[in-house]
């Protein structure tokens, strides 16, 4: 892939990047970069949310570099104060450990897992001394630190922030540099401590990562980021009729971006499709990539029997009725199903006769005898009989 095609790809879903000139010439060099993104297991489960970042470390992947998934077994004790009005419950070693087992798993249903390094932070912050983390410290200041937008507003408010809170930015960044990584990954809300890592790695003569910021996923509810915290998460592990119906409740505006940053499709194509077919194929395609083709096809199939055809046939009794009419028409006007031939003739013309789910055109159609017949008439009438002739 040329230089160009490799950077669009990249670019693609991207909300910033600090910096692309600085971005291009690593790509220049034409070795494999090391390209991280850590996930603290805070949750059992990884949503969509986490895939957003989890398919980008896939692109770096296909154009032959190198990825690191790193587990923040260590930091995810601390608890990430970014966006928190308030300190995070504290998990146990024990929690942290059971979580990251799980997001171990499920991590390679989109990354290749030939390609993917898998770290866990507390192989070297564990055993730190406190005179490294008292050094590690002296590379930012409180001032800094009460910059970031979360640790300020709690500061005004008069809400406690405890020093361990202050500790996760220098910890993260620190990560960066014991893997020398060239490239982190982060969401937008991950602007400070990103950028603290480039600075960090200068501080131990290294050269500094290019920073990538992805968007925050919007949740169902259409207004917050998806986490679990808000109840408004799709989990990849969900069942496929379960996360197809909810990738259907999202709204037509929201849809767009699920498309950009959850697959690769063509923007412009999609924005030619009818809405109802452009999210029908999306959650089908989202689906199809945790469970496969086939379950997304049945999925698919479901939600449109359940939800959309609201087949009004189930239920209705089989009936067998016995009768002299020969045709359509005359059972209809004998039933005083249709008033009349002139109005069945006009329901025809407008379409408004289906039988097994095909409109009917022709005045003289017969049915056939000892078969069962869906026929629909109107909008309302609804009809489930045998045809049977008299002996």
Request: charged residues 30%; contains cysteine.
């Amino acid at each position: 892939m040329d230089m160009q095609s490799q950077v669009q790809l990249i670019k693609r879903g991207t909300t910033e990047i600090i910096s692309e000139v600085e971005l291009s010439k690593k790509l220049e060099k034409g070795k494999p970069l090391v390209v991280k993104a850590g996930f603290d297991p805070s949750a059992p489960d990884i949503h969509l949310g986490h895939t957003v970042l989890l398919r980008k470390l896939r692109h770096f992947q296909d154009l032959g570099h190198k990825v690191v998934f790193l587990i923040g077994d260590f930091t995810g004790m601390i608890g990430d104060p970014t966006g928190r009005s308030e300190a995070r419950k504290r998990l146990t070693e024990k929690e942290v450990k059971e979580n990251a087992r799980t997001y171990k798993k499920q991590v390679f249903k989109i990354l290749d897992e030939k390609k993917t390094q898998v770290v866990f932070n507390s192989k070297w912050l564990g055993p730190m001394k406190l005179s490294d983390a008292l050094e590690l410290t002296s590379h930012s200041t409180v001032s800094q630190l009460l910059a970031r937008a979360d640790f300020s507003e709690r500061y005004k408010s008069g809400k406690d922030i405890s020093l361990l809170e202050f500790m996760y930015p220098l910890l993260q960044a620190y990560d960066s540099v014991e893997l020398r990584a060239d490239i982190e990954l982060g969401g937008t809300d991950q602007k400070f401590n990103l950028l603290l890592g480039r600075e960090l790695q200068k501080d131990y003569s290294q050269e500094s990562q290019v920073v990538i910021m992805m968007p925050l996923l919007v949740g169902l509810d259409g207004t917050q980021k998806m986490s679990k915290s808000f109840n408004n998460h799709i989990d990849i592990d969900e069942a496929p009729e379960e996360m197809f119906g909810k990738i259907m409740s999202i709204s037509d505006e929201l849809m767009i971006q699920y498309y950009e940053l959850l697959t690769d499709e063509n923007l412009d194509g999609i924005k030619k499709l009818h809405p109802m077919d452009a999210k029908k194929k999306l959650a089908e395609e989202i689906v199809g990539q945790y469970h496969g083709d086939q379950a997304a096809g049945a999925a698919r199939k479901d939600f449109e029997n359940k939800f959309q055809k609201r087949d009004p046939f189930t239920g209705l009794a089989v009936e067998v009725k016995i009768y002299k009419a020969d045709t359509l028409g005359n059972y209809l006007v004998e039933e005083k199903i249709c008033l009349s031939k002139n109005e069945y003739r006009r329901l025809l013309e407008q379409g408004g006769v289906q039988v097994d789910g095909e409109k009917i055109k022709d005045p003289e159609f017969k049915p056939l005898p000892d078969k069962e017949y869906r026929v629909k008439v109107g909008k309302k009438r609804f009809l489930r009989w045998i045809w049977s002739k008299k002996s």
